[in-house]
């Protein structure tokens, strides 16, 4: 069973993450991880936290000479402007009364946090409400993205909209050859194009905006998940994963909301036979059907709702004076979908992770090696 | 911690359920889960089985007197037409010649089960990946409706889509007066009128169908869910139960995909007081911001693709003889939606019942009771 | 992951237990587990109760034509005696004032489960406390058995102590020889007659005893469970176990307790070759290392205290008048170690199982032998 | 849920770990844990790694101000001995070649760890099974103790054996006065001078010792565990949390072993009534019966094996040349039944607080004092 923790606040000291149940023996470097980070702080709407900073891991633990040692896997990201947060933030003898937050802002955790811990200090909640706690699961969850890719899985994601500018569809190969290069993960120009003004408009109303992206999963072996049990279906696996990320409101596999829409005839994926195995005419269910892997594509999508704090505040309360007042305003971006779509890459890598290590367990990378040169 | 299990083949002797983690003292009778079960069992075009089983459960632990114990629950519903099926699914000497499925349906888990069990009869598959297992989940998961009805929260569904026929939207008092009555937990009689049409006419093409249905939870507490930790997020939870739910392809909650649409000023409740306490002014994010419940309806939807069994199968490959084939047709309905909303109503019940138990845990309900007077 | 859970009251309609994640192909029958309730039911100073009930399991779920389909196992174990307690155990309405017990028995849980649920009635209470529980314990666990025998892994145990009476040390072949044969699982024929001695002497007193047993699991694979994780050391995972069956105050693991009182040259197991593999000059660890197996027979031992009823009740009070009085009396035994003995085989071989799930996993009992083959 | 995640090799950068689930508002610092760090560096008998390291906690997430935010709480201890090792310890590119240990240690995981994991440099089994873990182990469990410090519980431990040293049975009010002074946290002055100088023997004959401990918590609430399923029994939840220690090889509650001697009417706990509540006339239940805490203290006692590196070192094969060789010597103890002893005081509070927490959950401290005040 693969599992992780992580932890931190926003403006701590450091974000931390423990991954338990790795094998032994897989190559792994901070490189790596460094590589998905610097992809999730990347995209054009993002705000000024951005520049400070450039996250880089340390692994503390786990890894010797390149590989895993089997033992559990250390990593903290140091956050690079803690010289201005610790008289604030810190663990012992603190300033408690500078940056306060009373207003709630609508659309963040603020108030539903405060009404359960009972902070009066909403920077209590949104330290760690806040989408900066997905650093620390891009690169826990890179660990996982590591080892799907030494079995010859490779995802990829690209968005499919911003506000109200949505690209047309694309092939594959399009997406793999454009979608890293845009600013905006987007493989289509004049999409892209269009997203940007969108993005420069909302920024001058001091609005934000949400939007939709696509991750797709190719080269995954058949059996991951089980039908067996509701909890091992990887579908709900993968929709909880994406669903527990900052923002996002819907997600959908294969056709999704459009399988509603239409009969099974025009809906399910017809089997034929290449001569050594099975093909599908389509890939409707995006690669899971009962909960399973069927060696198509997994596709899924993710609905991102606009950014919670408004630089043109919404109308709240202030929690000293119980008087309407103006939302509070963080430091904040105008738009994180492709920020988003990496973090969504990675918490989907680790769930596959998980399900490959149930169906291929192993102590070491050379002993399931071994294993699936005869099987997948 | 509240927990379950199932258990169970379609055509096995039996159902099985066992929950653990209820308080003591909690009223709950086989009649309560009976009508769930009977409401997941209606719908205008199911197929012949539902004849045949008018389910029934049967506690078996965990209950006295019509009060829970604080043991663990179990309960089973028997399959009324054992008789029929006892020599082919023995657990003991057992026919396994008769009744054998060797040709996969498209959309079904029959080929990638296969494949990861290496199950030659796809018999050995469908008996558990069918949605015949959600009788037992319904019946487990309305122990946590108990519960949460308990403590003032109401659930309701209703069907918003069926194929290509859209309900218009509709109050949450209209769809409390009309979508109960309707054999389509549909509120909008026009709509059900040509959603029926539509069924029938798939009926005639020997095609099946989908739909999109809706889940409005009222009265729920604040502060159900953490922001803290990713896998105690409330809406990932949801997502991820939901998602777990037979052909379920898509899941979102509030707004869900429009919200990706819109601007943040159009999309984040504002925060108004109303003397006593807070309200919104509207309810775009439906209930849960950063994973917890706000104290607004929880309002989530899930897409359902059509039915896999087509009586105009499709288009397969004889496991047998390796040759292109038409697809098994296992009886089947030709719509489900109804009873999947019937589902969803009880999984979502279950992770609130859940979540509430990490809030507001003991040992008992007056416990419990005395406890909630006092906080929520 | 092997999981499990189990329900059911002393005198409720049925006991229940649910296995998930076993793979399919493994052949198991009711019979094999009956044999392993049975053995549970035996023993030299059971009461009554034990004539009633000739335990038999009934597969319900899993189980396909003597072998397993992969998914959940349920399985049931009928109360023959239902007919007399349907009246006061039902769960819908049911005579509450009958057979209530209110006198707390010193050494059972019924004091502290009266004051942490609220049972009046300290039935509610001891229908789920009492050992009755292990007979759905057993059959669970037994699953796991068939799983660690089809592998090659042999369990056995004995009883080395009764009250006072303790047996000589024995060579494993003496005691697979004759333990079971023993009334009192007891390897050494003086020792048993001693010990019957102690029974009769006890059960005229009124009076009840405890003792101590032994597991001894041989031909275990190197490298079950793991250092890497505390959760994950098999020798906690064992004592967790064994010390949650009812009545066990202690465990320990090779010399145990005795490991304390000699120098570190007399306790670690030497390493030398044999040619092909390592063996050890001595087996102090009784077979685990660092919470690893070493390939040597694992040996643990468990420690019961006496049964909490006894017929010549201690001083307690009433729970209804609040005055002092003599305890309660259920039916009981005087002596249950042997049947601890074999409940304690169970949940060891159901823990290593698990762990060997853990190492071997894979979807079917021929692909996981496939790779066995190769690897063990 | 509480639960925790810990990292980290004896000479790797830092140990770390993560706890997950603590409400807000409880007080907590960096020098509170340090207490307990230090405590588990002492004891006559150390070797000389504990004067290199004076293990220093630092809080890196989850507090703020003195008090838990309600987040997960990540803390580190640095390796200060880490510049002597960060070139063979490096995750990235290391020296592989130096300080390796070929030859396994009887006793220790290392020829277990060296065949499941396949690694031929024994370091990277034993940089991780080394009981230098348990610094990370009680940093974690301190946060809980802290809990059920706030809540009144109180945990003291004292060492009864070490080797063929036994120390007199001793009243609570000696141990608490006597055993904190102590080298070897020895209640009794003759028995500790009996102990040291069983020590330098051993230390002179390059041998190593092991030893019993025993801890006591009083103050316990009623109703900590539960005995409707096996895995919530608070005795099976101690026990493997205290065999998984480092070393431990025997774990006995109340009296233990000696219940099993016994008859019952000279073991169970007789009930009083003092008139406000029940009091028991013995506590030989050690204050757990069928998993519940009855509120009597809970006095459990572990056994720990001599130490596995020898300066005289046994037998064994060095695995380069398949040779008999002596073991391998990594620096180490003679004794150190003290620190086990203050590992264990903290797993223990770790696992009464996770129990306490499952029966008073609540969000933070305040509402959960409030509750309390009404109920315990």
Redesign the interface.
């Known amino acids: 069973?693969l599992?992780?923790?992580?932890?931190?606040?926003s403006h701590?000291?450091?974000?931390?993450?423990?991954i338990?149940g790795m094998p032994?023996?897989l190559d792994l470097?901070?490189e790596y991880i460094n590589t998905q980070l610097s992809r999730r702080q990347q995209g054009y709407g993002r705000g000024g936290r951005m520049q400070i900073e450039t996250d880089k891991v340390?692994?503390?633990?786990?890894?010797?000479?390149?590989k895993t040692?089997?033992?559990?896997?250390?990593l903290?990201i140091k956050n690079r402007d803690w010289s201005n947060w610790s008289a604030i933030?810190?663990?012992?003898?603190?300033d408690?009364t500078s940056r306060t937050v009373v207003v709630?802002?609508?659309?963040?955790?603020d108030?539903?946090?405060h009404?359960?811990?009972?902070?009066q200090d909403l920077r209590?909640?949104l330290?760690?409400?806040s989408a900066r706690?997905t650093a620390a699961?891009v690169a826990a969850c890179t660990v996982g993205r590591r080892l799907i890719e030494h079995y010859g899985m490779e995802i990829t994601s690209h968005v499919i909209?911003i506000?109200?500018v949505e690209a047309p569809r694309s092939s594959l190969e399009n997406i793999k050859a454009h979608a890293p290069q845009s600013v905006l993960l987007c493989a289509d120009a004049d999409a892209e194009a269009a997203m940007i003004k969108e993005i420069d408009q909302?920024k001058e109303?001091g609005?934000?905006?949400?939007?939709?992206f696509e991750i797709i999963v190719r080269h995954v072996p058949?059996?991951l998940g089980?039908?067996?049990?509701?909890?091992r279906?990887l579908?709900?696996?993968?929709?909880?994963?994406?669903?527990?990320?900052?923002a996002?409101?819907?997600?959908?596999?294969?056709?999704?909301?459009r399988?509603?829409?239409?009969?099974?005839?025009q809906?399910?994926?017809?089997?034929?036979?290449n001569g050594t195995g099975?093909i599908?005419?389509s890939n409707n269910?995006?690669g899971i059907?009962?909960?399973?892997?069927?060696?198509e594509d997994i596709v899924i999508r993710a609905?991102?709702?606009?950014?919670?704090t408004?630089y043109?505040p919404?109308?709240?309360?202030n929690l000293e004076n119980?008087q309407?007042d103006k939302?509070a305003i963080e430091r904040s971006d105008i738009c994180a979908v492709p920020a988003a779509a990496v973090v969504a890459e990675a918490?989907v890598a680790f769930e596959l992770a998980s399900a490959f290590?149930?169906?291929?367990?192993?102590?070491?990378i050379?002993?399931i090696d071994?294993?699936c040169r005869?099987?997948i």
């Not at 609005?207 to 939709?212: M, P």
């Not at 609905?303 to 919670?308: Q, R, Y």
Request: no cysteine; proline share 4%.
């Open positions: 069973m599992r992780y923790l992580t932890a931190g606040e701590g000291i450091a974000l931390t993450a423990i338990e032994a023996g470097t901070a340390e692994l503390l633990s786990g890894v010797r000479g390149g040692l089997g033992s559990p896997i250390s903290q933030m810190a663990a012992g003898e603190a408690l709630p802002r609508p659309g963040h955790g108030l539903a946090g009404i359960k811990y009972g902070h209590n909640i330290e760690r409400a706690e699961r909209r506000g109200s909302a109303n609005d934000s905006l949400g939007g939709v058949v059996g089980s039908h067996v049990h509701w909890d279906k579908d709900g696996r993968l929709a909880g994963a994406l669903m527990s990320i900052q996002i409101k819907g997600v959908e596999i294969g056709l999704g909301f399988a509603a829409s239409l009969p099974g005839s809906v399910h994926d017809e089997i034929f036979s099975f599908r005419g269910a995006g059907e009962a909960g399973i892997t069927n060696g609905a991102m709702k606009p950014i919670a408004l043109n919404l109308r709240s309360i119980g309407e939302a918490v290590l149930e169906k291929f367990s192993g102590d070491s050379p002993e071994k294993r005869g099987e």
